[in-house]
């Protein structure tokens, strides 16, 4: 939080607390208005509508991607996974940093919060920096450690989303290139490639999130494996974390109801496109082809479910109270370093950084994947304004 807004917090407070001597001198007074938050006004018609609207968004935007990826009578040009896909990377940062952090800056120092260890402490940068540190340790346990088990009769990878991405591919079989299916590298030549990469895999190159080569090419592919499941189960913790509150948030808001229901709409099915665009990517083992659906299902279900149950237990719902403010706050902080981790490490810095396909892409290329993440976060900063 920036100096100038704890000033300003600090005044505020201090004339409270001073009395009316001033406020009768200058003839007004600053007063905190700390209702519950619920200002259900009715249109319950409208409300239960936003349940199926924001249901089929969520769907569109996190079961198409992979629908048209493994759908084998589907042909989709791999310049649309491409955009999609680093799309996505943009909306999964301007998520966190505007749709997450920020508002849990704002809960956990509401003036409306008593006075306590909750007041005296920046707890949204301290939440999310614990976050950041955690996922790290996470994902060093799991890259050290066989968590997922590991059935060597089962090592062969089916993505078919890598037929439709390589469709196209100027670069013919016997010139130097990375064996996707096989996992073993081969002599890079020294020109740039000018064409869109055609490997748009999560991890990048189907190597596991580190960014090298196992050495043993056996175990190769399932490490990557459980490097890419711990990534997408991180990213699905976050998104669905935060669309259970601002779910329950739009069952009970008042004026504001419409404007929300519409923003929610895009943000949703924006947010859901950044999780199947990767879902769809993702190399998985022919036994687990069911589990980038589920995946997507659950996350489109996660909202439709909470604004039901904010109608439910609408009289008592109470998201303006001190307890919802600090619970809203501690979700939001550690959702945020969720997706700031997954967004800038796994995504970006992988995707820029350890991909040889995009290292040798060219700079137009690069250019033009750097500006599909801009205006993924661009969109979500937009979005903020009213949501």
Known sequence: ??????????????????????????????????????????????????????????????????????????????????????????????????????????????????????????????????????????????????????NHSDTKVIDPSLNVLQKGSQTPSSSPAHDLEVGQPTKENGNHNHS??????????????????????????????????????????????????IGLTLAVSGEEFTVLYIVLVFHQTFEGLGLGSRLATAQWPSSKSWMPYVLALGYAVSTPISIAIGLGVRASLQPGSPNSLVINGVFDAISAGILIYTGLVELLAHEFMFNSYMRNAGLKIQLFALGCVALGCGLMAVLAVWA
């Open 1 to 150: 939080m920036s100096v100038f807004p704890r000033a300003i917090d600090a005044i505020l407070q201090a004339r409270q607390e001073d009395g009316s001597s001033d406020a009768v001198e200058s003839g007004f007074s600053i007063t905190v208005d700390c209702d519950t938050g619920n200002e259900y006004d009715g249109r319950m018609g409208v409300r239960i509508s936003s349940i199926f609207v924001i249901l089929i968004g969520s769907l569109l935007g996190a079961l198409l991607p992979v629908f048209l990826a493994r759908g084998t009578k589907m042909r989709v040009n791999g310049k649309a996974f491409f955009i999609a896909k680093y799309f996505g990377s943009g909306v999964i940062i301007g998520t966190a940093f505007m749709h997450l952090l920020s508002p849990a800056f704002d809960a956990l120092k509401s003036p409306c919060l008593p006075e306590g260890p909750i007041n005296d402490y920046d707890w949204a940068a301290g939440i999310c920096l614990m976050t950041v540190f955690v996922m790290f340790t996470i994902e060093l346990l799991v890259s050290r450690f066989d968590f997922f088990g590991h």
């Open 196 to 245: 869109l990469p055609t490997d748009v895999t999560y991890p990048p190159g189907g190597e596991d999130h580190l960014g090298h080569q196992r050495e043993h090419v056996g175990n190769d592919n399932h490490a990557a494996f459980a490097a890419q499941m711990t990534g997408l189960f991180i990213l699905e913790f976050g998104v669905i974390f935060h669309s259970i509150f």
